[in-house]
C-alpha cells in the first residue's frame, strides 16, 4: 500500500515556475510507475504526466510538453512535478497517483493523494 501526500501548490502569475512535489510512505515507492492528473472546476480529471519506476521513462501530455518536467527520486519517496511558463489554463488541482502499469489514464491509478491546488494570479 501507498499513501501519497502532495505539496508545493499556491499562486503564480502567468509564465511564472512552481514545483510540486508528492511524498509516499511505503516501502514498495520505487516499483511504481507515479502519474501527475490535474482537474479543473467543472472538469474531469485530466492526464499530464507520468514517469516509470526508474525515471527512465516519461510521458506528458501535449498541452504541458516543454513547460512541464516529471522526475523522481526513490530514495526520498518523492515525485516531482516542475511548472514553468504556467498558463492561466493550468489552474487546476492537481494529484499524484501510483500504478503498477505505465499509463495516461486516471482509472489505472490505484493510490491517489489529496491534491494540491495550482492557480494563476494573473
Known amino acids: 500500500q501507498v499513501q501519497l501526500v502532495e505539496s508545493g501548490g499556491g499562486l503564480v502569475q502567468a509564465g511564472g515556475s512552481l514545483r510540486l512535489s508528492c511524498a509516499a510512505s511505503g516501502r514498495t515507492f520505487s516499483s511504481y510507475y507515479m502519474g501527475w492528473f490535474s482537474q479543473a472546476p467543472g472538469k474531469e480529471r485530466e492526464f499530464v504526466a507520468t514517469i516509470s519506476w526508474s525515471g527512465g521513462r516519461t510521458s506528458y501530455a501535449d498541452s504541458v510538453k516543454g513547460r512541464f518536467t516529471i522526475s523522481r527520486d526513490n530514495a526520498r519517496k518523492t515525485v516531482y512535478l516542475q511548472i514553468n511558463s504556467l498558463k492561466p489554463e493550468d489552474t487546476a488541482v492537481y494529484y499524484c497517483?501510483?500504478?503498477?502499469?505505465?499509463?495516461?489514464?486516471?482509472?489505472?491509478?490505484?493510490?491517489w493523494g489529496q491534491g494540491t491546488q495550482v492557480t494563476d494570479s494573473s
Open positions: 497517483a501510483a500504478t503498477g502499469l505505465m499509463s495516461t489514464r486516471p482509472n489505472a491509478y490505484d493510490y
